[in-house]
RNA sequence: CGAGGUGUAGCGCAGUUUGGUAGCGCGUUUGGUUCGGGACCAAAAGGUCGCAGGUUCAAAUCCUGUCACCUCGACCA
């Protein structure tokens, strides 16, 4: 029988400090979570029993698709992370030590290496496959940032699953079962308002993979959604399709433009529309620090992550010194052809006139024309997807961005891991082969954060019943009164015996802060045992959502909140 | 890593400008009165003022260094 009173946790009337998000700020008052360092958590005994529910209906959903549950080591050597490479292709993400004896060792961020490491042993024949295998474990990353309480955190508890197959249409038939049962899984926890977005656009040969999303505000990603056929991308994976007006063809000549760096302040001085600009972005190669010049139409911005797409390295913005040869404000494709990584962006295709700098100070071209006047070029994809863009599906103007919080992904990796670290098996026809891989993620704790964000209210959060820490909560107002105790116990008891989780808080407190205590926990079910209620013979129960509220006789009040629980459960396909 | 900010009781904060007894609210302990939305009265406990060095008769306060944490930008469950 667990009381409030000998919960190990403690609730707090004010919000700690530094809290930026709801969801972060209740679970902090809450007494949820407790920060050890940055992006470092203990969670609470509350936490934990929400933790192990969550992980209960992952493994179900895990379990029921024919994925077997394993454990991988959370600190592993050095040498098994060498052989895929990305010991050294990952940066400092990735927590690198030595042991005593001076071997080094990392701590695993993820774990393909320990998958492959564990599968390639087992699986050497053709007749093995498919299969896949998972864990629900610490990870630990070594994050630049953290933020949001567990939203966004160094260390946490994730399900990882990698699965094993002999042919790509065979991934793609099981990638298939972990989409619907991820979905699954979002809709047991409570929020099935989860989307799939595509994060890459397929353009790759076989390398498809799913982000899913809660759609909120503080969300630290954007989506392109569109309104009109369903589409759903990430920015990286959703292509920027612009219409162009052409214009006419006119003849290329140097304008005067003193001290017009900016686009605005071009547009404003020669009264254009940012449309009819050539704007130069300037990037650098990570590793040699040469210069990209990315050149877009006026009004768009670069996306980093297609840009490396299409150059294949890193990049990061470019800093322009007097010695670069770059005339910063007023840079222009024409003499800069040859000197520079040059990249146009498909944005300026088709445009038969534009304006763009000169390369000398206070000097711009009109009537800039790419093919006469630069060459014949190969445009590339690299502009951020902007609000009321092109559909690449539908066609249609009706592109949205929203936030969204990345709740799991799910990936069709290929054959990098099993090629670089040797996994083989004999086909059928006796040759041997590299097993195609796929792989999925769900972090429990920033799920958690997830749920809260979306179902909270001022007071507290709203844990939906199929997560929540208890079931029901018991509040007995005048603990100090025998027969308020007595009747409390006694439901307690009938409760338990009918497999209820119940909290029971008996402190004989003031019933505005056992309330207040109690929608800090967001037990989904409230009953306020009262002498007044006991007088008239009933208890009272309500929802915390206040969907319900009921007074119900002493005597029947065991068997209608049992009964309301296991309603409730099964509508969110969970059981006792 | 770049920019800004904060470190004072378990939590939230004041005090730092102008050096001079360590403060407030919440929480905690004890006793009493209350009791359907964070009650009230009385008493009490709790601090190397992030850390190190310096200036000074005297440092939370001034100087130097350092660490930690937070927020905003480049990465991701």
């Not at 162009?244 to 304008?255: A, D, F, T």
């Not at 003499?335 to 000097?363: H, Y």
Request: overall charge negative; some cysteine.
């Amino acid at each position: 029988m667990m009381k409030v009173s000998q919960l190990v946790t403690k609730r707090y009337k004010e919000t700690p400090a530094d809290c930026q998000i709801a969801s972060q700020a209740l679970m902090m008052r809450g007494g949820y979570i407790k920060s050890v360092g940055n992006g470092i958590y203990t969670l609470s005994p509350v936490t934990k029993r929400i933790a192990r529910k969550v992980e209960t209906i992952i493994r179900e959903e895990m379990d029921a698709i024919g994925c077997q549950e394993v454990l991988f080591p959370v600190a592993m050597p050095a040498s098994l992370w060498e052989e895929s490479g990305r010991y050294d292709s990952i940066g400092s993400e990735l927590l690198r030590f030595t042991d005593r004896s001076g071997g080094k060792m990392v701590l695993g961020m993820t774990h393909e290496e320990a998958a492959v490491h564990y599968a390639r042993d087992i699986a050497d024949s053709y007749t093995q496959y498919p299969f896949s295998i998972y864990q629900i474990q610490t990870k630990f990353r070594d994050e630049p940032r953290c933020r949001g309480g567990l939203i966004r955190v160094r260390e946490f508890t994730m399900k990882d699953a990698y699965s094993f197959h002999t042919s790509q249409e065979d991934l793609e038939l099981v990638y298939q079962q972990f989409y619907d049962a991820y979905h699954r899984i979002y809709a047991r926890a409570g929020i099935p308002q989860v989307v799939a977005v595509c994060s890459d656009s397929g353009m790759m040969g076989g390398k498809v993979s799913h982000e899913y999303m809660l759609l909120t505000d503080i969300g630290e990603d954007s989506i392109v959604l569109c309104g009109e056929c369903g589409y759903k991308a990430n920015m990286e994976a959703a292509p920027s399709i612009v219409t162009n007006e052409p214009g006419e063809k006119e003849e290329l000549r140097k304008v005067a433009t003193p001290g017009v760096k900016t686009i605005e302040e071009l547009c404003a001085f020669l009264k254009i529309d940012p449309k009819q600009t050539c704007k130069a972005v300037v990037y650098q190669e990570n590793l040699t620090d040469k210069y990209v010049l990315v050149f877009i139409r006026g009004d768009l911005d670069v996306n980093e992550t297609k840009l490396r797409n299409a150059l294949r390295c890193e990049v990061h913005p470019g800093v322009v010194t007097e010695d670069s040869g770059i005339q910063a404000g007023f840079i222009g494709p024409i003499e800069n052809k040859g000197k520079f990584t040059i990249v146009f962006d498909a944005s300026l295709k088709g445009i038969e006139s534009l304006v763009t700098g000169a390369n000398q100070p206070d000097t711009h071209y009109m009537g800039f024309n790419v093919a006469r006047d630069f060459g014949e070029v190969e445009y590339a994809d690299v502009a951020k997807a902007a609000e009321g863009g092109v559909c690449p599906v539908c066609g249609k103007k009706a592109l949205r961005i929203s936030r969204g919080i990345e709740v799991g992904n799910i990936f069709q990796l290929g054959k990098k891991y099993t090629e670089t670290m040797n996994m083989t098996y004999v086909d059928s026809d006796g040759s041997l082969k590299n097993p195609i891989m796929g792989c999925y993620g769900i972090g429990v704790g920033r799920l958690i954060a997830s749920v809260c964000e979306v179902s909270h209210d001022d007071y507290g959060p709203i844990w939906p019943i199929s997560i929540a820490p208890w079931h029901v909560q018991v509040c007995s107002l005048r603990a100090d009164q025998a027969e308020v105790i007595e009747a409390s116990e006694a439901l307690v008891k009938a409760l338990e015996a009918q497999g209820i989780e119940v909290i029971w808080d008996d402190r004989p407190v003031s019933a505005g802060f056992m309330f207040s205590d109690a929608d800090l926990l967001g037990v989904p079910v409230r009953v306020v045992v009262s002498p007044k209620g006991l007088k008239g013979g009933t208890i009272e129960v309500s929802a915390r959502d206040k969907s319900m509220q009921e007074r119900v006789p002493v005597a029947e009040a065991a068997d209608f909140i049992a009964q309301y629980v296991k309603d409730q459960l099964s509508a969110m396909n969970c059981r006792l």
